[in-house]
């Protein structure tokens, strides 16, 4: 069954940087499309950024120019560069594939917290 396990959420100060990381196991990410996404309070989830299995990213445009995804196939990890966060980052950060199965199987995310 496939796992993700996301860390490296906090609380970080409008304009400041954290840096997420997605450990899956029981798919191999490098065969794969997978992303990054963000349920906000109140909101639904929705897909912020994604890596496509031949190495291209897509960004939501509220997070282009700021949030950089990234994997190390060799590690089975994904990764997000967040950087210049505002307010609105706020919520639960989840990776998964980018095209999902009928039954996500979904991690405990990591929450991010952007506050003055």
């Known amino acids: 069954q496939e796992q993700f396990v996301e860390s490296g959420g906090g609380l970080v100060q409008p304009g400041g940087s954290l840096r997420l990381s997605c450990a899956v196991s029981?798919?191999?990410?490098?065969?794969?499309?997978i992303g990054w996404y963000r349920q906000a309070p109140g909101k639904e989830r929705v897909l912020l950024a994604r890596?496509?299995?031949?190495?291209?990213?897509g960004y939501e445009d509220s997070v282009k120019g700021r949030f950089t995804i990234s994997r190390d196939n060799s590690k089975n990890t994904l990764y997000l560069q967040m950087s210049d966060l505002v307010i609105e980052d706020t919520g639960v950060y989840y990776c998964?594939?980018?095209?999902?199965?009928?039954?996500?199987?979904w991690g405990q995310g990591t929450q991010v917290t952007v506050s003055s």
């Open positions: 890596s496509s299995a031949g190495g291209a990213a």
């Open positions: 998964n594939r980018v095209i999902l199965p009928l039954n996500p199987s």
């Open positions: 029981g798919i191999f990410i490098r065969h794969v499309d």
